[in-house]
């Protein structure tokens, strides 16, 4: 997913998610990964991969649904340190992955 974070007065783009920080980890680690996942084909969707190929994941099981963009969070932080998440989805590729046996 892309994900916002909130520096000072400016935001920053990141590319995150549970299953993706978890399979960068490892990879970064020296445990080869395949990432499983499902990608559009929109810029933002095209920058997540390159990047993940960077890092050294094998892409080769992302797949491609030229419908859907990538999933996008933002994260706001209060001056206690509390993280409050907001979620847009609904057109994402990770909203609607259907595997077929």
């Known amino acids: 997913m892309l994900e916002l974070v909130r520096i000072g007065d400016g935001w920053q783009l990141n590319h995150a ?7 960068l980890t490892l990879q970064r680690l020296g ?27 094998d892409v080769s099981l992302v797949l491609t649904d030229p419908t859907r963009l990538a999933g996008l969070y933002a ?5 206690a340190g509390e993280r409050t ?3 847009w989805r609904e057109r994402s590729t990770v909203a609607t992955v259907v595997i077929r046996r």
Request: aromatic share 16%.
């Open 17 to 23: 998610g549970d299953t993706f920080n978890t399979a």
């Open 31 to 57: 445990v080869p990964v395949a990432y499983l996942s499902a990608l559009g084909t929109d810029t933002f969707s095209r920058e997540m991969r390159a990047g993940w190929q960077r890092e050294g994941l």
């Open 75 to 79: 994260i706001r932080t209060d001056a």
């Open 85 to 87: 998440f907001y979620y």
